[in-house]
């Protein structure tokens, strides 16, 4: 919808962030009970974070997950096979029916006035000042809202009066009192179709948990939030593409108009800032995000990065190439690859390697058939259709590593991509955009693999074609990102990061950290510096309609 460890304290210093408290070991090795929370990934489909989530799991077996998985629509299905550690999954459509039914009383209208009166504080805090106090008001609301959530059940409220209302009422106060146009009642009801969708979450209840971890910001971000409101549990937070910024980037594409597409960031963003500074730890798998992060408003002594990493003895070197010059691609077919600069590019190789092909490897999700049409309509148009061969998913990276010369990364967002790293451990040569934490694979000389702006056909054609065209340099380079694979990026080393991080929930020295930033210094605190476990209580109605 909104769809490692030698040096722990080393890669800590070359990264720039602060390493996890050291913990003793009883209690690293104690088992978790953990609350994994992802939103378009694992187990239904394919991809980096998929990955990331089953190497975490499969990798602690000592420790328990509930996976709680955020989809689109109820038809999904796990296509990756649980380890026996899994102890329960809850798939929850976004777009399904509400969580609970109804819970019956009597001031039933009286929570459904007071739920108004929360949508008016939120959407006052998103579109109005950007300030600390709109962070602060924005965390208010919300955790009266899963108050809420406690005695009725929010989906039923938002659906009998969901957030069209505050939505037309703060945009007035706001937006066109400094000059921008009124919002049509249509805008407003898209609008809160959207956000009220993502709102609803918060009756989601994962079971007793030591700890939830949160694969990405927003929705899935704020089952996260509300748990941890209900009990106190830590929230570990762990980003791969920026949440926030793919989201800019997904809603500039979308057929929506301004309104809406002003009105449903301006809510992500002020969530986005409320999850990074309740976070007891945010784990981002490069310092791009972390960077985020920080000017979210999240506390650097609490941003711990912990890059992907793979297993070498899985992704031996590759030892062959095939006979005719090739570029290959492995990922899901999807807008974030910017898979018409790839074929552009190809376009442009051609034209000085007349026999190149490119083979595209990976699924291509149902809402992005039409994408993929237009992705055929442009190599026929660049009369490249013969040679652009599209393979379908295959059984891992490997098979496509093998069948290129070159692995082709063209994305305009990305985290830490697998792709890249396992690239660079079987030793082939890789042409990338500069987006995300590519550059914080590489090493600044270069040597270990091609760096090119996104969204330059030509730049990333050069690219392919001097690696296509040197023999030696291709070599060399694959042999170099072999080596730094094996030094900054293996699969242990990632999770004796995570088991540290893990532990130290448990460990009393997360207690020590003071409120999170950004919110008022009046805000009651708990364990771990949460917010208090009990409900907030909520205000009352009647002194809020007369402010």
């Known amino acids: 919808m909104f769809s490692s460890v030698t040096g722990f304290c080393r890669s800590a210093q070359v ?135 406690n005695r009725i059940g929010l989906a039923h409220a ?13 945009w007035t106060r706001h937006l066109v009192s400094a000059g921008e146009p ?23 209840r994962p079971a007793g948990a030591d700890v939830i971890h949160a694969s990405s910001n927003g929705p899935s971000s704020l089952v996260a939030l509300a748990h941890s409101w209900r009990h106190g549990t830590p929230i570990l937070l762990t980003e791969h593409g920026v949440y926030l910024r793919e989201r800019y980037l997904a809603l500039h594409g979308a057929n929506f108009s301004w309104p809406v597409r002003r009105a449903v960031t301006a809510f992500l963003r002020r969530l986005c800032q409320v999850v990074v500074a309740r976070a ?26 912990i890059p992907n990493g793979v297993d070498p003895e899985t992704f031996l070197p590759v030892t062959s190439e095939p006979e005719l010059p090739t570029i290959s691609f492995v990922g899901r077919i999807d807008p974030l690859k910017d898979l018409e600069t790839l074929i552009s590019a190809f ?52 098979p496509a590593i093998e069948a290129g010369h070159v692995v082709a990364l063209s994305s305009v967002s990305e985290g830490l991509p697998f792709t890249l790293i396992e690239s660079m451990m079987c030793g082939r040569a890789t042409v990338n955009t500069d987006v995300g934490g590519v550059a914080e694979c590489l090493d600044e000389e270069r040597t270990t693999g091609m760096l090119v702006p996104a969204r330059e056909p030509a730049a990333f054609a050069d690219a392919c074609i001097t690696l296509l065209s040197n023999d030696r340099l291709r070599a060399d380079m694959g ?29 009393g020295r997360l207690s020590e950290h003071p409120p999170a930033a950004g919110l008022r210094s009046g805000t009651a605190t708990g364990a771990h510096g949460a917010p208090t476990p009990a409900v907030p209580a909520l205000r009352d109605a009647s002194q809020r309609l007369s402010a």
Not at 42 to 48: D, F, I
Not at 158 to 170: D, W, Y
Not at 481 to 507: H, I, Q, S, V, W
Request: positive net charge; hydrophobic residues 45%.
């Open 15 to 149: 990264h720039g962030s602060a390493a996890v408290p050291a913990v003793p070991k009883r209690i690293r090795d104690k088992p978790l009970k953990i609350a994994l929370v992802t939103e378009g990934t694992y187990p239904v489909v394919t991809g980096g974070v998929s990955t990331w989530c089953n190497q975490l799991i499969t990798g602690m077996p000592d420790h328990d997950f509930e996976i709680f998985a955020l989809t689109g629509s109820g038809a999904d299905r796990p296509v990756w096979k649980l380890p026996e550690n899994v102890r329960s999954l809850r798939i929850i459509p976004v777009w399904g029916p509400p969580a609970a039914p109804l819970r019956p009383g009597s001031r039933r209208k009286e929570w459904i006035d007071r739920t108004q009166d929360e949508l008016a504080l939120l959407w006052d805090a998103a579109l109005g000042s950007d300030d600390t106090d709109a962070v602060a008001r924005t965390d208010e609301a919300l955790r009266n809202l899963v108050a809420i959530s």
């Open 158 to 170: 938002l659906a009998t009066r969901g957030s069209v209302a505050p939505i037309l009422a703060a």
């Open 182 to 204: 009124p919002m049509s009642v249509a805008d407003a009801v898209m609008a809160a179709s959207i956000v009220d969708r993502a709102l609803a979450l918060v009756d989601q």
């Open 280 to 305: 007891h730890m945010v784990l981002p798998v490069n310092q791009f995000n972390a960077r985020w992060e920080r000017r979210l408003g999240a506390r650097p002594e609490r941003i711990h990065t």
């Open 347 to 398: 376009a442009l190789v051609r034209q000085q390697v007349p026999t190149a092909q490119l083979r595209l490897f990976g699924p291509t999700p149902t809402e992005n058939h039409a994408y993929k049409a237009g992705l055929v309509e442009l190599a026929a148009s660049l009369g490249v259709t013969d040679a652009v061969h599209w393979e379908g998913p295959s059984k891992g990276s490997r």
């Open 479 to 507: 042999a170099a990102a072999r080596r730094r694979a094996l030094a900054e990026f293996t699969l242990d080393r990632c999770l004796g990061r995570y088991r540290e991080a893990y532990a130290a929930t448990r460990d």
